[in-house]
């Protein structure tokens, strides 16, 4: 690595002390009962955070694809920062330094220009880009209940671990024939589910940017990749989101499920969301023509 890329990205040594615990502590389900109320609230738990992040942090927080009000915005960001993943405010600014920067020496998280294993999870833990870009995120910096967050993202964390170990405990208390423990909760509902959407989310900036394919010929080697397309609720649909990266919607064709735009539209019905953009029509041609 030369030194301009050890610049641009303040890549050097990296280690993370809580993401560590975070992967030690999954050990636990081997010394909890399983079942299906573990993988209940396994899936529970890693559907509520991927859509957190993809709906909240990327799409709305990073690129402003749709409107919502104040209340639910909080709602999105608290959720989102129940993942572990810092808060709304870090993220989108670091996310908007990547799009301005794709795949370039100034990417923060390039596998091309870094190497994997930086792209996958080096950066997150990488000490020299803990801080929030402000002057990235002006647009939300300005509400005070998401500069908290950004102060304190990890009560929110400790709180969701906390309630799920209760609420386990207590259905262990109240119905103890449906087979629930706090344990159980903890470890299958927030370390396990946690990690397996770390994983997941960190893909998109590593495989994404390696193994699918190149619908749109954009200045950044983003691929779409159905595996990630399925399991981060739409975020595999990369290259088209890379193409247009405004748009809520990221599968452009039928049959690119994208879970998370779906999801929109149900709150959009609701009243809870509104003005959603989509592709334009000039794009989705283009994406036919190639």
């Given at each position: ?28 389900v ?50 989102g ?38 792209a ?50 207590l ?15 903890l ?8 990690v ?42 990369h ?30 019905w ?21």
């Open positions: 690595m030369n030194s301009a890329s050890t610049s641009s990205t303040g890549k050097g040594s990296s280690f993370s002390t809580p993401l560590l615990f975070m992967h030690v502590c999954c050990a636990g081997f010394f909890t009962k399983g079942g299906w109320p573990a993988f209940g609230i396994f899936i529970a738990m890693y559907l509520l955070h991927v859509f957190a992040l993809t709906a909240g942090y990327h799409r709305y927080f990073s690129h402003k694809s749709f409107k919502t009000s104040r209340a639910f915005q909080f709602v999105l960001a608290l959720l920062t129940t993942a572990a993943q810092r808060d709304p405010l870090w993220w989108a600014s670091h996310h908007r330094m990547h799009h301005q920067n794709a795949d370039t020496e100034e990417d923060i998280h390039s596998p091309k220009r870094h190497g994997f294993w930086w996958h999870m080096g950066w997150v833990m990488n000490r020299r880009l803990s801080e929030t870009r402000f002057d990235k995120v002006r647009d939300f910096a300005k509400f005070p209940e998401l500069l908290w967050l950004n102060r304190h993202p990890f009560v929110p964390v400790v709180i969701a671990a906390s309630l799920l170990a209760a609420s386990g405990a259905l262990n208390a109240l119905r103890p024939d449906w087979g629930v423990t706090g344990p159980q909760f470890f299958y509902g927030f370390f396990l589910s946690t397996a959407v770390y994983h997941v989310t960190f893909c998109i900036n590593s495989v994404a940017h390696l193994y699918g394919k190149r619908r749109f010929e954009v200045d950044d080697d983003s691929r779409n990749n159905w595996l990630l397309g399925l399991l981060a609720m739409g975020e595999g649909w290259n088209n989101h890379h193409r247009y990266a405004v748009c809520a919607r990221q599968g452009f064709r039928w049959w690119e499920i994208d879970l998370s735009y779906l999801l929109l539209r149900v709150l959009q609701l009243h809870i969301v509104w003005d959603i953009r989509e592709p334009p029509r000039a794009v989705l041609n283009e994406g036919r023509a190639s």
